[in-house]
């Protein structure tokens, strides 16, 4: 049987950071009030010069955290047999990322797809790759989660509860066959509830629209992200905790063996509300929302270089991955490292 594992990680984050303090230039808040209800301190934004304009573009980004990935894994270009680029804020409306990326690697007509799926969009794109793998479609996967949140965020104090949160950068896994049935994504479980799809969501520009955006929706704030934040908390704290018993069950395992949980960054309150619900001492859950806040496809990605960097992600390891965001969609990987 064929498995498909995580060969290599690598992650890329813009050099500006910008501290809780900073953000009081703009809005109505402080760094006691981000850290006690977020626990992030600080997060990384892409430079924009005196136009607004961004000095690098998600696909760069995406395309720093991809190389780190392969040289990791030792893998050539050429191996590279799809793209899987997971985003909310693609560089333009179409085409998608993955073929900025694809170009930008040399990657000689590598199959690319993005995924749009906010903050589930790594787990989901893992479990695309896992199934692309033992279908036979592709040996070689170059996973990438990747975002410019900034330049989306309404900076003034109407638009705090969100601009607070959000981050940039870029995380990418290299995801390849192998034979080791005891190795690789064990099990997947992926869901969604569109009823909620307009508590956390980003409407504007819209195809719905002629000319996509008008001074309409910009001067009724439509082009920023919105979010009932209470709502998507208390959501996600219970999808999360189903996800990761749904997943284990699917694999087998119990909550006992697992030797790491990587989730999705969203605020550390979750985090913890989520590990000691499922019974998991903080030092087997993962966490750097403080120095990144919530990168959204890029989280965990970013998460599992860092985490296999610090030691913590050792070959036999039972690791957990765990997402929920917009959409509502959330799901879980579980995977033997
Ligand atoms: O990845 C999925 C995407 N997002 C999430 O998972 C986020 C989920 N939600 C959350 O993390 C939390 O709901 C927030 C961090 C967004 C907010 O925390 P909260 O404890 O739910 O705060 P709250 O909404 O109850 O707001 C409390 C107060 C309000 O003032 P009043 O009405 O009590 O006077 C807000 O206006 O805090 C105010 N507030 C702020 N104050 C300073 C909201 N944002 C800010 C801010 N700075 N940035």
Redesign the pocket.
Known sequence: MTRAAVIGTGHYVPDRVVTNDE?TRW????DE??TQ??GIRERRWVETDADGKVTETGAEMGAKAARAAMDQAQVAPEEIDLVIYATLNPDCFFPGNGVFIEDLLGLKTAGAMDIRN??SGFVYGLAAADGFIRAGTARTVLLIGGEIQSTALNLS?QG??????FGDGAGAVVVQATDDTDRGVLASVLHSQGRFAKD?WLEAPTALVRERINQDLIDQGRHYPT?D??L??KH?TRRFCEAIGAVLEKGGHTIDEVDLLVP????Q??TEAVGARVGLPPEKVFSNIAKYG?T?AA?IPIALSEAAAAGRLESGDLVVTV????GFTWGANLIRW
């Open positions: 953000l809005m109505n808040t402080s009030w981000i209800r977020s906010q903050c104090t705090r509860e969100m601009a607070v949160l956390l979010m934040g209470k998507v908390f996600a999705h960054q969203a605020n309150r979750i919530n959204t989280t997402a929920f965001g917009s």
